[in-house]
Each structure stands twice: as C-alpha cells, then as structure tokens.
C-alpha cells in the first residue's frame, strides 16, 4: 500500500469539459416578440394643453417642472408671468422648488423628448386649428389702414378683412366689435390670415369636382345655355354646344326658377368657371335628322325639332309661364320653313 497523498492539481491547471447536451429534444419554437409598447404620453401632449405639475429645479434662464410625462418640461423666464402682471427678471422671485403651477404647454418635441410651457393663456386658434370657412365671433379691431382693417379673434396673427369683403359703405374704427367673419385664407408660411364679413358659398371650390352630380337652381335662361345657382361661389353654366346640342334652345330643356339635377363636367378656379351638363338628357333625343336617309337643311331640321319640342312641353309651359305675344319675324320664319317641308313632299 502507498502512503504518499495523491498530488492535486492546481486550479488553474484544471481544464473544464465542455458540457454534454441532454439527450432530449431541442426546442425549435420561435422567440417570444415583445409586445409594442403604448405611446408615450409625451406623444399625447398638444400645444395649448393646459398642464398642472410641480417645480423641480429653477435656473436663472427659467425652471424644470414635472408635469407627470416622464420628463420635465421647461418653462422660460420669458413664459413666466408674477402674480401682479409685472415683468419677471429673477425667475426665483416668481417660483419656488416644490411649487405647484398651471401652465400650457407651448411647444413639444417627442423624438427629442422636451417639452416647453408657459403661463400666458394661449390663444383660441393656433396655425394647426383654423381651417379655412370657420365662422369667428366678436372680433375686435386693433387697426385700419387704407385697403382694409386688421382684427384680433385670438388667434396666432391678427386677421385682415378688406374694405370689399365688408358691407358695402362700411369704415370700422380702432375698438369696434366685428360681430361676425369667416376665414378665407390661411397661410402659416406668410404669418397671415384673411377674413370676410359676406358669408362664403356652402360650396366651395375644393368641394367642386368633376363627374359629381347636384341639384341647382335655374337662375337664368338664354337660348344657348342657361345658368344654374349650386351653392358656389359662382353660377354653373349647362351650355347647349357643351351637350352636342348646338341647335336646341335652352328654353325648350329649362325654365328660370326651376330646380334641376345637373352634372359637373368642368371646374376652373383660377377663371371662376363651372360647365353642367344636365343630368338624365339625352342629346339622341334633340338630333338635327330623325333618320339617316332624310337630307333637309339645317333650318328645316331645326323646325322640325321646335315642333316636336312644343307638343311635348305643351301643358306645361302654359301651366308654368303666361302667353307670349306673336312676334312677326318669328312667324315669317315659321311660314318659310313650312312651305320649305310642303315644297319637299
């Protein structure tokens, strides 16, 4: 037997085996994805928000306050107002670490994480919620120059309302109350806004678009076209040549004060200019020839569609309009091209 004690190696001269895997099988199942985490309440805050939070930290150039969105906003010695309304020059004569305020939120940048605030009131209206033909209420005129008068309805600029979108003769003064207006333009880029005091259309010229069909007023009716009220800012115009019926007279399709379904077949903004069809006419119906085989002339096919024209109406144009007197020149003409018709057969 060997008395001698075994030599035992030294730590660091032992070499670990790699371990030997179970012999089970590998789980192949896919990795768990995280679910998508909610938006960030700073992601929430909007301009003109009112906020209430506490002072954490004050600065000579303004202080830090938390607001309860993870982050602390800052406030601006310059967005500070005292309690008496006088100019702040030391933030730490107006806010004290733990104090608790109301404030609005002025500014935000989430990818940045920073928020601004201030303590003067907002205005109503910001550049992001004053869309054009929003009706304002008790606006206050702050000044009036030579081609209009500009007015502050609490919003991001003083709005300007020229003399010839007011009544006609009016001359408002420095204070007077402009009961109300409507936003016509909006231009963040150029810092302006442009008002009205006559009421815009209930259609405007964004909403106008071709192929879309509407019910309108005739207002007007000329023997090549007849214009129709849609509540735009102008008339439309059904124009006869428009409808490949050159040689029917309008007289004959409408009559003035009637409502009629027309379709819009041209809309031009810049020229004011709006071109209907009218909605269900068939221009088959008023052609020159009734078949392919007749040659009469232009006036004679024209005669012959006045005819068909007047015994279909006839009720109701005498129902709708008093009698017309007999024109001479129109009866001549009428007496012409019948003997033409009575010549040919």
Do not use: C
């Not at 989430?110 to 209420?137: C, Y």
């Not at 809309?267 to 209907?276: A, F, N, T």
């Not at 005819?307 to 109406?313: A, E, G, L, N």
Request: proline letters at 7%; glycine letters at 6%; a negative charge.
């Amino acid at each position: 037997m060997n008395d001698e004690t075994p030599e035992v190696p030294a730590p660091q001269d032992i070499v670990s085996a790699p371990a030997q895997a179970p012999d089970t099988q590998v789980d192949t199942a896919p990795a768990v994805v995280p679910e998508t985490q909610p938006a960030s309440p700073i992601d929430n805050l909007k301009p003109r928000t009112h906020v209430h939070g506490k002072v954490t930290r004050v600065d000579l150039g303004g202080a830090f306050v938390d607001i309860g969105v993870g982050v602390d906003a800052f406030i601006h010695i310059s967005q500070i107002v005292a309690n008496d309304d006088a100019p702040v020059t030391r933030v730490a004569d107006v806010l004290k670490l733990g104090e608790e305020i109301d404030a609005y939120v002025f500014r935000v940048n989430a990818q940045r994480k920073r928020v601004e605030l201030t303590m003067h009131r907002p205005a109503s209206f910001g550049w992001d919620n004053l869309p054009v033909g929003i009706k304002l209420d008790n606006a206050r005129v702050v000044s009036v120059e030579s081609f209009g008068a500009f007015v502050d309805f609490d919003g991001p600029k003083h709005g300007l309302i020229p003399f010839n979108l007011m009544p006609r003769g009016m001359r408002p003064k420095v204070g007077d109350k402009i009961e109300t207006a409507w936003v016509v333009e909006v231009d963040e880029s150029k810092r302006r806004v442009g008002l009205t005091m006559v009421e815009p259309p209930a259609l405007t010229w964004d909403r106008i678009k071709r192929g879309d069909k509407i019910t309108g007023k005739v207002t007007r009716v000329e023997r090549n076209g007849a214009w129709v009220d849609i509540g735009a800012e102008r008339e439309g115009m059904i124009r006869a040549s428009n409808m490949g019926m050159n040689f029917v007279d309008m007289h004959a399709l409408v009559n003035e004060g009637e409502n009629v379904t027309v379709k819009i077949t041209k809309v031009d903004p810049g020229r004011k200019q709006i071109d209907l069809s009218l909605d269900g006419v068939n221009p088959d119906d008023y052609s020159l020839s009734s078949g392919p085989e007749e040659d009469i002339s232009p006036f004679a096919a024209a005669f012959q569609r006045a005819q068909r024209i007047k015994k279909s109406q006839a009720a109701s144009s005498a129902a709708k309009s008093p009698a017309k007197k007999s024109n001479p020149q129109n009866d001549l003409l009428d007496r012409t091209l019948q003997q033409m018709q009575d010549a040919k057969k």
